[in-house]
């Protein structure tokens, strides 16, 4: 069975800084995806950034980046100039490709944001 | 387009009373599916439809739990009866294709048993 561990329960960081979030898993899976996940307070969770893992490069959007590490199971993201907006949970999820399409959660990490 | 609504936003009922969530796909995502969050823990994985039927239900935690998708629209998912073990966060996505991999979430139910 495949298992999401995010170490990190709660994180903070001030405006502007770059922060990283762990998250590691367990699988015998040589095909899936990765997914980190985010929900602002009372807010809906959202997309941030998926990773195929038969890519080698890793994923980018804007200010969010990953360091995929498929030989450790290693899943971290990178939030660059971070912003006020970015106060949330965050969430590492699995997904095994071909299959039931059910995605596998890592516990969430609460990022805050300070001015 | 609309995105992923559920009703209630919170509900708190007794120990014993039967509660009914229903979540609203995005308009023609066939597949979707269910998860709750109980607190300070991972999100699990209820059961998956695609259209009207029950594709996976395997995240199922008892026959206390019946989920439905009439007419592969919309979805109910009735705890019946609820015990204090059930309170969290029921969320619900949806997606268009089997084979798509990003799923779109509802803001999630907050059920509350006292």
């Known amino acids: 069975a495949q298992t999401v561990t995010q170490s990190q329960p709660e994180m903070s960081v001030q405006e502007a800084e770059t922060v990283t979030l762990s998250c590691t898993y367990d699988?015998?899976?040589?095909?899936?995806?990765l997914f980190w996940y985010k929900q602002p307070p009372s807010r809906q969770m959202i997309l941030v950034i998926r990773?195929?893992?038969?890519k080698q490069q890793n994923a980018t959007e804007n200010r969010f980046s990953v360091n995929f590490q498929k030989a450790a199971k290693s899943f971290s993201l990178k939030i660059s100039d971070s912003q006020l907006g970015d106060t949330a949970m965050y969430f590492c999820?699995?997904?095994?490709?071909?299959?039931?399409?059910?995605?596998?959660w890592g516990a969430g990490t609460k990022l805050i944001i300070k001015p | 387009e609309a995105g992923v609504t559920q009703f209630p936003s919170h509900s708190v009922i007794e120990k014993g009373q039967t509660v009914t969530l229903r979540c609203d796909p995005i308009?023609?995502?066939?597949?979707l599916y269910w998860y709750r969050r109980v607190m300070g823990k991972e999100i699990k994985f209820l059961l998956h439809?695609?259209?009207?039927?029950?594709?996976?239900e395997s995240g199922m935690p008892n026959n206390r739990f019946l989920a439905e998708r009439t007419g592969g629209t919309y979805s109910t998912l009735k705890v019946q009866p609820a015990e204090l073990e059930d309170s969290g966060v029921y969320f619900c996505?949806?997606?268009?294709?089997?084979?798509?991999?990003?799923?779109?979430f509802g803001p999630g139910t907050r059920l509350t048993v006292t």
């Open positions: 996505a949806s997606s268009p294709r089997l084979d798509s991999y990003e799923q779109y």
């Open positions: 990773q195929e893992a038969y």
């Open positions: 999820a699995f997904m095994k490709a071909d299959s039931n399409y059910q995605l596998i």
């Open positions: 308009s023609g995502h066939d597949n």
């Open positions: 699988t015998s899976e040589s095909n899936y995806y």
């Open positions: 439809f695609v259209k009207e039927s029950k594709q996976d």
